[in-house]
């Protein structure tokens, strides 16, 4: 592991998600959250983790426990300041993680790179909110990290050679697939996958199936491990509406304009398997 210390910011499903694969790879991770309830409940909810992973034998009880005794939790970004690098995994909202980064140029160590675990945001706005642009990539985990495999590896204008070969590093020495993609909204994945779910959505509205049978269809026929409701669900339509807004702001394409029973859900506060009701009904 090329960096020693490495902060993650954001302690949610996908901060601590890498926050556990990053101290599985042997490196020291300080987690940063809004409040300490939460920072509480992620490093239980990390811990719950890691005994399933003991109890059905994919990693030993020592394992474990050095695994999590590299990991520590704070609300305080000046806890930060030494990290070799920090990655940002807060809120889809540009102007949060624009203000957020340039708060984290004037604490954390100049030589230190930051990178941002966008989805689809723009990484070059970020970047030219520092003064170590050339310091600054995107780096995409996918949801949850410690199972999903590829992470993208995004290279803004301003990043520099050596920040990139840095990063791409770091993603192999994680265990996972680096590829590598210009700072577009979407980058690969989600520029492919969003209109696919938007039309799936798009189906629905006008009544050409039912959700079942469309996501009963992709499995069966495309092979997917899930359906395209059953994803928006696990993905979060908040946040799915969010990515499909940014696509259609850069490139005006009909596919990624968010359909109206997407806006409609959102507002109802219907936002999938983390509400308890999204296109599936989860029980909470």
């Known amino acids: 592991m090329s960096f020693q210390k490495v902060g993650v910011l954001g302690s949610g499903i996908m901060g601590s998600g890498i926050a556990e694969v990053v101290a599985g790879a042997g490196a020291t ?10 920072a509480d409940a992620m490093l239980a909810a990390m811990e719950k983790s890691l005994a399933k992973q003991v109890e059905r034998g994919k990693r030993t009880q020592a394992d474990a426990d050095a695994l999590r ?3 520590s939790a704070t609300t305080r970004l000046a806890d930060l300041a030494d990290c070799d690098l920090v990655i940002e995994s807060v809120v889809e909202d540009l102007d949060v993680k624009r203000a957020l980064f340039n708060e984290l140029n004037h604490i954390i160590n100049p030589d230190a790179i930051l990178a941002t675990n966008t989805s689809t945001l723009s990484v070059i706005e970020l970047a030219m909110e520092t003064s170590r642009p050339e310091k600054v990539c995107g780096v995409h985990f996918f949801n949850p990290a410690p199972a999903m495999s590829i992470v993208e590896v995004v290279r803004p204008l301003c990043a ?21 993609v210009k700072d577009q909204a979407g980058f690969i994945v989600n520029a492919l996958l969003f209109p696919y779910l938007n039309n799936a959505i798009r189906l629905l ?6 959700r079942e049978d469309i996501d009963a269809a992709m499995k069966g026929g495309c092979g997917f491990p899930m359906g395209p409701f059953a994803l928006l669900d696990l993905v979060g339509l908040d946040t799915s509406l969010a990515i499909l807004e940014a696509l259609y702001a850069e490139f005006a394409d009909p596919n990624f304009a968010p359909m109206p029973l997407l806006r409609r859900m959102v507002s109802a506060g219907q936002l999938g398997r983390k509400s308890g009701a999204g296109f599936y009904d989860y029980g909470r």
């Open 69 to 71: 005794a590299r990991v």
């Open 160 to 180: 520099s050679d050596e920040t990139v070969r840095a990063v791409t590093d770091f993603v192999v020495a994680c265990g996972k697939e680096p590829v590598h």
């Open 205 to 210: 509205e006008r009544g050409v199936a039912t």
């Open 29 to 38: 991770v300080v987690v940063r959250s809004r409040s300490q309830a939460t």
